[in-house]
Nanobody, 124 residues
Framework: VQLQASGGGLVQAGASLRLSCAAS????????VAWFRQAPGSQRDFVAG????????YYADSVKGRFTISRDNAKNTVYLQMNSLRPEDTAVYYC??????????????????WGQGTEVTVSS
């Protein structure tokens, strides 16, 4: 399975972006999928996660109410809708998937599949 993250870009504060994480090679419908982000000089932080059914979602406190994670298993894709973007959201965003029917974890070490990252820059 390969994950391809896309949708990043340069936007002004208050704008919106939608990131996509498309899987190829195998269905990820049975995987929990999460988004992480990493700013320069910082650790990789959990942003949002969704279980394999799509019935449970989880968010970092810093993005609650602004970001929404969703999945379309028919398209083998997970999305991260980001609204009301702030300069502190600037980072490289990565999608990751973990074991079959696994639950969401906020520790990036728990994820074995990673996309290549997509850069998000929010100007003030």
């Amino acid at each position: 399975v390969q994950l391809q993250a896309s949708g990043g870009g340069l936007v002004q504060a208050g704008a919106s972006l939608r990131l996509s994480c498309a899987a190829s090679g195998h269905s990820v419908s049975s995987y929990a999928v999460a988004w992480f982000r990493q700013a320069p000089g910082s650790q990789r932080d959990f942003v949002a996660g969704i279980n394999w059914l799509g019935s449970n979602t989880y968010y970092a406190d810093s993005v609650k109410g602004r970001f929404t994670i969703s999945r379309d298993n028919a398209k083998n894709t997970v999305y991260l809708q980001m609204n009301s973007l702030r300069p502190e959201d600037t980072a490289v965003y990565y999608c990751a998937a973990r074991n079959t029917y696994g639950s969401v974890r906020q520790d990036h070490h728990e994820y074995s599949l990673w996309g290549q990252g997509t850069e998000v820059t929010v100007s003030s």
